[in-house]
């Protein structure tokens, strides 16, 4: 296997090539974006969203309601990576704010109660 | 119309990575309880192509596909438990470092007819130090093994804990989840003392 053959993603009906959509720029630079790091859109973002490309748009339009970067990919039928690419643009023209998780941790008062918080959360369920 | 949108964030996001061989039954799993349908994620790889000569190492990648599982759980407490299953294929392991990031735990779901499927999970979880149960999946609800012989097989630590579920019932499903964060719990409170 040494041809290179990147996939290509479905986009609204068109056939592009996933990273044409961020300008061919990847998301490592973006690493500190989580997976399940939580998308909302701002005012200005659902406001100015006619003058975003129709992906971009279209995170816009769905986190409108809390939504997570790995949510926005399936839905969108998108790849993550291009995704947290767009994210970020996004939030950087304050478009959306993003919530990343709690730092990792394995110790202090703030982590054992996030736990305890979690623990009571999945116990009621 | 619930219409209302703020630009201030109310919840906060966690996430439990669910482990193990492929077909173990990870996305039945996360179904089980996810309020969602269980979604599909891709993200795009580029690895390095098998059997190339190493001098050409930066022009022969690949570029590849890897699909994951999740499911979302609304918590109280202003919180949404992500649940997501790794990809199953050995050479995407490396994708479960940006899985396992920030987790508070993970489970390994073991089927005991194929206990070897669950090894590279379980030796991923304790050289990154994720705390992790091993979940025997008992189809059909018949305990196929016995505890001690999941933990030789396994050689894992007396401290994880053993739980066993049908995959497909959600009780048995929040049964793990609860064990996955008491066992979190635990080692953050006891690493807490320790110097």
Known sequence: MSVWD??????????????????????????????EALVIATADGIRNRHRFRWESAEIIALSRKETAVIELAALLDVPIGVVKVLTGDLRDQGAVTVTDPPAEATEGEGYTDLLNKVLDGIKSL | ??????????????????????????????????????????????????????????????????????????????????????????RFHFMWNELARGAIGAVVLVDTRRIEACFAAIDFFEKRGTPFVVAVNTFHGRRLHADQEVRDAL???????????????????????????????????????VG
């Open chain 2, 1 to 90: 119309m619930e219409s209302s949108h703020s630009d201030v964030s109310r919840l906060t996001p966690v996430k439990i990575v669910v482990a193990g061989g492929f077909g173990v039954g990870k996305t039945t799993f996360v179904g089980a309880i996810s309020e969602i349908e269980p979604l599909r994620s891709e993200a795009i790889i580029t690895e390095a192509s098998e059997g190339i000569d190493d001098l050409d190492f930066e022009t022969n990648k690949t570029m590849t596909t890897v699909a994951m599982d999740f499911g979302r759980i609304s918590l109280k407490h202003d919180l949404v438990l992500y649940l997501f299953g790794t990809p199953g294929q050995d």
């Open chain 1, 6 to 35: 990147p996939p290509h993603v479905q986009v609204g009906g068109r056939i592009v090539r996933p990273y044409t959509m961020t300008g061919g720029r990847t998301s490592e630079g973006e690493q500190q974006i989580a997976l």
């Open chain 2, 155 to 193: 050689q894992i630590d007396r401290s994880i804990p053993i739980v066993h579920c049908d995959a497909r019932v959600r009780v048995d499903v929040q049964r793990v989840l609860v064990a996955v964060v008491e066992h979190a719990l635990n080692r953050a409170t006891s690493s807490a003392g």
